[in-house]
């Protein structure tokens, strides 16, 4: 192969990567102009451009019986997915679970979606290591969810509405359970500004 043809492969590679990389960010449907203050803030947290449902995700409970986000319908899902190998989503947990213990009562619920191929077993023993007392044991072995949520890394945390809709999502760690991210949670079923 000559020097000008290599030259156009990898102009021409460049430019299918660039173009892959801007459709994944138009298609992830955030709001662009909402950028991140810092890592690990609630701050972080980008509003849905537009209300649409959320993806239709299929996953497993403890006992492995297929599991929809639809059982959910009428609260509000704090859906955050994680795995038991990834540091950052580890730190999170102790926090999704006393945030789950908070708003319990008020209709949200925190679905812990695990992608750890070791199946619900893996999840039960991180929450009985953990102390991790009021979230139920969720897992996606076929980590089909991260990419039906377009999640570009873990953890990846989805507030869906009572009526299912995405309504905005975290990428990376954040501090669950203060009074502003309660706040936020809660805020989910508002319309949008």
Same mark, same amino acid.
């Given at each position: 192969?000559?020097?000008?043809?290599?030259?156009?492969?990898?102009?021409?590679?460049?430019?299918?990567?660039?173009?892959?990389?801007?459709?994944?960010?138009?298609?992830?449907?955030?709001?662009?102009?909402?950028?991140?203050?810092?890592?690990?803030?609630?701050?972080?947290?980008?509003?849905?451009?537009?209300?649409?449902p959320a993806p239709l995700l299929t996953f497993l409970d403890e006992e492995g019986t297929k599991?929809?986000?639809?059982?959910? =319908? !009428?609260? %509000? &899902?704090?859906?955050?997915? /994680?795995?038991?190998?990834?540091?950052?989503?580890?730190?999170?947990?102790?926090?999704?679970?006393?945030?789950?213990?908070?708003?319990?009562?008020?209709?949200?619920?925190?679905?812990?979606?695990?992608?750890?191929?070791?199946?619900?077993e893996v999840v039960r023993e991180f929450f009985d290591e953990h102390e991790i007392e009021h979230l139920a044991v969720y897992v996606d072995p076929t980590m089909r969810a991260?990419?039906?949520?377009?999640?570009?890394?873990?953890?990846?945390?989805?507030?869906?509405?009572?009526?299912?809709?995405? =309504? !905005?999502? %975290? &990428?990376?760690?954040?501090? /669950?359970?203060?009074?502003?991210?309660?706040?936020?949670?809660?805020?989910?079923?508002?319309?949008?500004?």
């Amino acid at each position: 192969m000559t020097t000008v043809w290599r030259w156009v492969v990898i102009v021409l590679v460049g430019v299918i990567v660039a173009a892959a990389t801007f459709a994944v960010y138009m298609l992830s449907g955030l709001n662009d102009e909402e950028i991140p203050g810092k890592l690990g803030s609630i701050d972080n947290f980008i509003v849905a451009r537009e209300i649409k449902p959320a993806p239709l995700l299929t996953f497993l409970d403890e006992e492995g019986t297929k599991v929809t986000l639809e059982k959910f =319908r !009428g609260k %509000i &899902v704090v859906l955050n997915l /994680w795995a038991t190998w990834c540091t950052p989503c580890v730190a999170e947990m102790p926090m999704l679970d006393r945030l789950q213990q908070q708003l319990e009562g008020v209709g949200v619920v925190v679905v812990a979606l695990s992608i750890d191929r070791g199946g619900p077993e893996v999840v039960r023993e991180f929450f009985d290591e953990h102390e991790i007392e009021h979230l139920a044991v969720y897992v996606d072995p076929t980590m089909r969810a991260q990419n039906d949520v377009s999640a570009i890394g873990l953890p990846t945390t989805i507030i869906i509405d009572r009526e299912g809709n995405d =309504r !905005g999502r %975290i &990428v990376g760690p954040a501090e /669950w359970d203060d009074a502003e991210a309660a706040d936020l949670v809660l805020k989910a079923s508002a319309p949008l500004e």
